[in-house]
């Protein structure tokens, strides 16, 4: 651990013990700030240029909000942390071309949107509000901490005919057990975190830190799910697919790849065939009640063994 990182651990540590809530608010902090800040690639280009780009307020910060299409049949694109709505172009494109209107944006603090840091109440409120702008959405295609993110969103009113989940963190637990792992953090500290949470940032919603979990109350969502994870997945391991997949196991397909670690796994062809497919059908696929492999030899694992998972991390 850096010297800097080293004296901030032991210094919130130390201070959780005699002021908590000055504590939770700094560990929060520390734990919703992006780590860096994602560029537009050379492929993401094209198509960026022809989004039409509008800014809307959240939180007191503000949010890019991406579309194309002529607003019929929308599907919301929502991207992981440290990330930007431009990394599910390939999506985006596929989706237009098939007569869909593809939405996306950039949470504070990512992206070209202002601010240093967001956190998965903004996201919520930046779903609310494209939702209400644009109707029922046909689909919502979620990457990463993006589909804890939409899931929060959608079992609170915000409605989807379907749900696609790719590299997603399925577990908010698993989640925060990597961040006190990798930052050192005494569980009094956590607990302190937890505490704001509840208290400042969400304090009109009564058990708010457990609801942040995507396999919280699956009975809330009806929308049929497809989820894709890499078994070499080392930022969000594939323990979170199988545990949002155990949460919500009935209308649920889970298709393993491998090879395509965490990022990859945007761009691969197979999966935008499975993806594009999925959210296009006009029917339950007939895999939907269980588990599948991806027809790419290449990236084909079986997902009926079982390997040792690596410790979880954050996406």
Do not use: C
Request: no cysteine; hydrophobic share 45%.
């Amino acid at each position: 651990m850096f010297p800097k990182a080293l004296l901030v651990r032991t210094a919130l540590n130390a201070a959780a013990r005699v002021a908590p809530g000055p504590t939770g608010r700094a560990v929060f902090h520390l734990f919703v700030r992006p780590a860096g800040r994602s560029r537009v690639k050379p492929a993401e280009e094209r198509l960026l240029g022809v989004a039409r780009i509008e800014r809307i307020p959240v939180g007191g910060k503000e949010a890019v909000v991406y579309a194309w299409g002529d607003g019929r049949r929308p599907v919301l694109l929502v991207h992981g942390w440290s990330s930007r709505g431009s990394r599910l172009a390939a999506f985006a494109e596929a989706l237009l071309d098939r007569g869909y209107s593809p939405v996306a944006f950039d949470a504070p603090g990512h992206g070209d949107a202002p601010g240093r840091a967001s956190n998965i109440i903004e996201y919520r409120a930046i779903i609310r509000e494209l939702h209400a702008r644009y109707g029922d959405f046909e689909a919502v295609v979620a990457h990463s901490f993006g589909v804890s993110a939409a899931l929060f969103a959608l079992r609170d009113g915000v409605r989807a005919g379907r749900f696609v989940g790719i590299s997603g963190v399925g577990s908010f637990a698993l989640l925060t057990a990597w961040f006190q792992g990798a930052f050192g953090m005494s569980d009094r500290a956590m607990n302190a975190m937890r505490r704001h949470v509840e208290r400042r940032l969400a304090p009109e919603e009564p058990g708010v830190w457990e609801h942040l979990d995507a396999g919280w109350r699956p009975g809330d969502l009806d929308a049929p799910l497809l989820l894709v994870h890499d078994a070499s997945d080392a930022m969000v391991p594939i323990a979170h697919a199988h545990a949002l997949r155990a949460a919500r196991a009935e209308r649920t397909r889970l298709v393993v790849t491998q090879g395509l670690g965490h990022s990859r796994i945007l761009t691969d062809p197979q999966v935008l065939s499975e993806v594009v497919g999925f959210v296009t059908s006009g029917a339950l696929p007939d895999q939907a009640l269980g588990e599948s492999t991806s027809s790419r030899a290449s990236a084909v694992v079986s997902t009926r063994s079982r390997r040792a998972m690596p410790r979880s991390a954050r996406a």
